[in-house]
Structure formats: structure tokens, C-alpha cells
């Protein structure tokens, strides 16, 4: 059983096109995240979700767009995808947003802009 | 902001010796949590071990363990008896007991040779 699930796990698609990557996790936690990791492999968190509720966004151009419907989902919905959008976009969750929770990681997205 | 810095892009060890990777990082928090997370080339993060900042005693996992000084905030991971499944990026991350985002070093790419 997959803990944190993504689909897809590959991407491929076209500058101005929008997409979106979906996110479940069956641990029962309380909280969700989405991270980016770049081309040189740095990893950045993007938005923090507790029980549906924003908590964290970080700086993050508003072409990205989380939804959560319920507590084990957390999508990614981008709009007029650019070229430097391309990376691996991980989505984690753990039992609540205190630090002392370890965060379990999906397997990542990894997104291509042609 | 934190920043964790791990200043070694590459190392290498050879199988069955000993590596240890090093992180440090800066905060004027009292109450963290710092993690080694390993990444493969199947692009998983796993969560390899974690430290809490009030306790003194170094973490160990198996043939992981971690060098924790935290009046100099330094946090290195020695990986003993190396195993070629071992080969992978080496994260280390720092998250304030408050939570909801985990902040990562740049990360180390471990090769393990024959």
C-alpha cells in the first residue's frame, strides 16, 4: 500500500498549457505539503495545508493553485506553464505540522515544458 | 529565514569503509528537529534519521548515526560499513518545532565504489 501517491509521475507538456498533479495519502495525517525540486536538485517547500486550511505559501507565483477537498488530498493545479516550471514537484504529509511529525514523501511528478 | 548548508557537493566512499557527510545550519530557535533524508536515483525520499535539538544524545539507525553539536549547529550523518545501496543524494533538513516546512541543504551525492 502506497503511503503518498502522485499521479502522474511524468508530465510532459507544452509552454501555456495548464495541468494538474493529484496527491493522496491513506496515513490519515492531518497535514500536506508540496515541494519543488529544481534542475540542480534543491528542494523548496511551496504550500503547507492542515486539515484543508493554507497554512504555509511560499512566495509562490499564483499561476500554482492548491485545492484540498478533504484531508488525504492535496492538488496542484498550474496554469500557463513556463519553461521554468520544469522540475520534480514532490507532495509529503504528516500527522500534524509540528516539527517533531517526519514528513513521508510521495515518489514526485517530474514536469517537462517543451 | 533558517539556511542549512551542506558544503560537500560529492563524496565517495568505498564499500564496508566509513563516510561521514556534513551539514550545518543557522537558527535562533531553541526547539527544532533536524533529518538526513536519502534520495536514490529512483528519485524516493526516504527519511534516513532525525535528531530532536533538546536531546543530547546523538540518533543512531542501524549503520547510520548522526554527530549532533548544537552550540555549533552542525549536524553530520557518518554512514558506517557502506553498502553499494547506499549510492544516492544525502539531504539534510532543519523544521522549527512549529512546523510546516521542512528547509533542505543543497545536498551531498554519495558514490560508493567496489
Known amino acids: 500500500d502506497t503511503a503518498v501517491s502522485q499521479t502522474p509521475k511524468y508530465l510532459v507538456t507544452q509552454m501555456g498549457n495548464d495541468k494538474s498533479i493529484k496527491c493522496e495519502q491513506n496515513?490519515?495525517?492531518?497535514?500536506m505539503y508540496w515541494y519543488k525540486q529544481d534542475s540542480k536538485k534543491f528542494l523548496k517547500i511551496m504550500f503547507s495545508?492542515?486539515?484543508?486550511?493554507?497554512?504555509i505559501n511560499e512566495t509562490v507565483p499564483n499561476r500554482f493553485s492548491p485545492k484540498s477537498p478533504d484531508k488525504a488530498h492535496l492538488n496542484l493545479h498550474i496554469n500557463s506553464l513556463e519553461l521554468g516550471d520544469s522540475a520534480v514537484y514532490f507532495c509529503?504529509?504528516?500527522?500534524?505540522?509540528?516539527?517533531?511529525?517526519?514528513?513521508?514523501f510521495g515518489d514526485g511528478t517530474r514536469l517537462s515544458i517543451l | 529565514a533558517q539556511t542549512v548548508t551542506q558544503s560537500q557537493p560529492e563524496m565517495s566512499v568505498q564499500e564496508a569503509e566509513t563516510v561521514t557527510l556534513s551539514c550545518t545550519y543557522d537558527?535562533?530557535?531553541?526547539?527544532?528537529?533536524l533529518f538526513w533524508y536519502k534520495q536514490p536515483p529512483s528519485r524516493q525520499m526516504i527519511l534516513v534519521i532525525r535528531?530532536?535539538?533538546?536531546?543530547?544524545q546523538n540518533a543512531t539507525e542501524n549503520r547510520f548515526s548522526v554527530n549532533f553539536q548544537k552550540a555549533a549547529k552542525s549536524f553530520s550523518l557518518k554512514i558506517s560499513d557502506s553498502q553499494l545501496g547506499d549510492a544516492a543524494m544525502y539531504f539534510c533538513?532543519?523544521?522549527?518545532?512549529?512546523?510546516?516546512?521542512?528547509?533542505f541543504g543543497k545536498g551531498t551525492s554519495l558514490l560508493v565504489t567496489p
Open positions: 496515513l490519515g495525517h492531518d497535514t
Open positions: 533538513a532543519y523544521i522549527e518545532n512549529s512546523g510546516y516546512a521542512l528547509n
Open positions: 509529503a504529509s504528516s500527522q500534524t505540522g509540528s516539527g517533531n511529525q517526519p514528513q513521508h
Open positions: 537558527t535562533s530557535e531553541s526547539d527544532y528537529y
Open positions: 495545508y492542515n486539515n484543508k486550511e493554507l497554512i
Open positions: 535528531q530532536e535539538a533538546y536531546k543530547q
